[in-house]
């Protein structure tokens, strides 16, 4: 008889490994079973939709029980501040203020009056001060009005142009017949107003009141100075000028012995009428005559 085959080593049992399982036998077309048993196809992948935002819910806190403090309250609201504090600790009012300067003497807060002022210190001399001055400054003004309104007046002459205006009328108390007194507003220099005394006046009218700026006056017969001697001259004229309302203003005008046009600043307002009077005359003797040739009266333009 022969041998016996050899059998395998048997296997160890940290190296065993299990035996595959046997394969299951293929499913047979139309076997129920198998149909049951078979696997299922995955779903398709749907959209997602966001999710919708929670509100986190309160955390509720302990109340804190509220601190025993002793101390001196506050001024402003009345917290009780722990000894030490220099401002309160919760709206930080000063709790020790500085103490307040004693009043200032009433003499020391009349002048300058922008001083800062504190309380209860001549506040009632302080007034009485400030309304004497706020008098004084008023009667003041009251007084210096026709000054103040003299250099108004002057400083818009000086500012404007002059001009001429003549007057409507002129009424004369005495002169010659061959020189009456119209000839000295007519404009030329070879004809004058020839008045017989001392104290003859003229008046001239003029058709509304004006502001009478300057008076050219030229004196004597003529402009010329070789006939300028020929007749007696006046170096004085009283000037008096009558206003709308009837109030009459004096000037004196001083001549001088020369021929030719001599200018006067007047600086008269609302004058109406104007009367001049020869004083002072010159040369005057028998057969001879007060000569003004002529006279021109300028208004503001």
Known sequence: MGAPPALPPAASPATARPAAAPAPPPARAGDPAATAEAPTAPAPIQPVRPAKAVAPRPVVRPVEAPDEVVGAPCPSCG????????FCRRCATPLNPA???????????????????RASSGGAVRLLV????????????????????????DTRDKLGKAKPITPVSVEASAASPRHPAKNATDGLSNTYWGAPTE???????????????????????SRNPEVYTSEARALRIDLEVTTADGE?????????????????????????????????????????????????FFQRG
């Open 199 to 221: 104290g003859a006046s003229v008046t001239y009218t003029f058709r509304q009141p004006f502001r009478l700026v300057d008076l050219i006056i030229t004196n004597g017969p």
């Open 79 to 86: 917290t009780p501040n722990p000894p030490g504090r220099r």
């Open 248 to 296: 009459r203003q004096h000037k004196e005008l001083d001549l001088s012995d020369k021929p030719g046009p001599q200018t006067i600043h007047t600086a008269l307002s609302d004058v109406k009428t104007v009367r001049l009077v020869l004083r002072e005359p010159v040369d005057l003797s028998s057969g001879r005559r007060l000569a003004l040739a002529e006279l021109e």
């Open 130 to 153: 400030i309304l004497a001055v706020v008098v004084a400054l008023c009667a003041g003004a009251f007084l210096l009005l026709p000054a103040g309104r003299a250099l108004f007046e």
């Open 99 to 117: 103490a307040k300067p004693e009043a200032l003497p009433w003499w020391r807060t009349v002048w300058p009056f922008r001083r800062r002022v």
